[in-house]
């Protein structure tokens, strides 16, 4: 049974979240302050984080980035703000997702279910995949899921590996945000294609030695993205 921690310091909407999710076969964990949040994220094993922005003793950025450093499991945000720049601020820090007040609680299961079912396939694909892709110094370990460039080692989340491996087993291969939404997230008709956006920005500051005239991910403005061989 995978196990969800709630962080949020609105208890009639921790109690909302918990009851749906509990009858959709998971066990469920809340914390009502920030800090007592992260540290349960930290030091207990837990599968998924719903973390609100807003909170008391530390906000919902402070806490994902602090988690993302340490683990790499989903974390879905959720805030009553709808500002772009929130969202895009949170998908950058490392969140899976990003949810806005007032939402479903359906839509939330089903969000829960898609990412944990995303994340599980990823684990159990880990030890099958045994090849290396390797291109101007780029090295794309496929057996460790880990990457190099120049012989120095960049630390990806999950999605950025996935994103990243994805465009390079397909090079020159123009691909629209949406479709790489669909490929890499998964999920058709669930979440936002800034995140798209938001990690190919993450993987340039972390592979390329320009961000401004990438030598590996190239924008094809008004289209998508290609990997240029």
């Given at each position: 049974?995978?196990?969800?921690?709630?962080?949020?310091?609105?208890?009639?909407?921790?109690?909302?979240?918990?009851?749906?999710?509990?009858?959709?076969?998971?066990?469920?964990?809340?914390?009502?302050?920030?800090?007592?949040?992260l540290a349960i994220a930290l030091s207990?094993?837990?599968?998924?984080?719903?973390?609100?922005?807003?909170?008391?003793?530390?906000?919902?950025?402070?806490?994902?980035?602090?988690?993302?450093?340490?683990?790499?499991?989903?974390?879905?945000?959720?805030?009553?703000?709808?500002?772009?720049?929130?969202?895009?601020?949170?998908?950058?820090?490392?969140?899976?997702?990003?949810?806005?007040?007032?939402?479903?609680?359906?839509?939330?299961?089903?969000?829960?279910?898609?990412?944990?079912?995303?994340?599980?396939?990823?684990?159990?694909?880990?030890?099958t995949k045994n090849d290396i892709i390797?291109?101007?110094?780029?090295?794309i370990d496929k057996t460790d899921r880990?990457?190099?460039?120049?012989?120095?080692?960049?630390?990806?989340?999950?999605?950025?590996?996935?994103?990243?491996?994805?465009?390079?087993?397909?090079?020159?291969?123009?691909?629209?945000?949406?479709?790489?939404?669909?490929?890499?997230?998964?999920?058709?008709?669930?979440?936002?294609?800034?995140?798209?956006?938001?990690?190919?920005?993450?993987?340039?500051?972390?592979?390329?030695?320009?961000?401004?005239?990438?030598?590996?991910?190239?924008?094809?403005?008004?289209?998508?993205?290609?990997?240029?061989?």
């Amino acid at each position: 049974m995978s196990r969800i921690l709630i962080i949020e310091d609105e208890q009639a909407i921790a109690e909302l979240e918990k009851d749906y999710l509990e009858l959709a076969g998971f066990d469920i964990v809340i914390a009502g302050q920030g800090d007592e949040g992260l540290a349960i994220a930290l030091s207990e094993e837990v599968d998924l984080v719903i973390l609100d922005i807003m909170l008391p003793g530390m906000d919902g950025f402070e806490i994902c980035q602090s988690i993302r450093e340490k683990k790499d499991i989903p974390v879905i945000l959720v805030s009553a703000k709808k500002d772009d720049m929130d969202k895009i601020r949170g998908l950058g820090l490392g969140a899976d997702d990003y949810m806005t007040k007032p939402f479903s609680p359906r839509e939330l299961v089903a969000r829960v279910k898609a990412h944990l079912e995303r994340y599980d396939r990823l684990v159990n694909s880990h030890a099958t995949k045994n090849d290396i892709i390797e291109i101007r110094g780029l090295r794309i370990d496929k057996t460790d899921r880990r990457v190099f460039v120049n012989g120095e080692e960049k630390t990806l989340t999950t999605k950025e590996y996935d994103l990243l491996a994805f465009l390079a087993e397909n090079p020159n291969h123009v691909f629209k945000k949406e479709e790489l939404f669909r490929k890499i997230w998964d999920m058709e008709s669930v979440g936002d294609i800034a995140t798209v956006t938001v990690h190919i920005k993450k993987i340039r500051e972390k592979i390329e030695l320009n961000t401004a005239k990438p030598q590996y991910i190239e924008t094809i403005w008004g289209v998508g993205y290609r990997f240029k061989a």
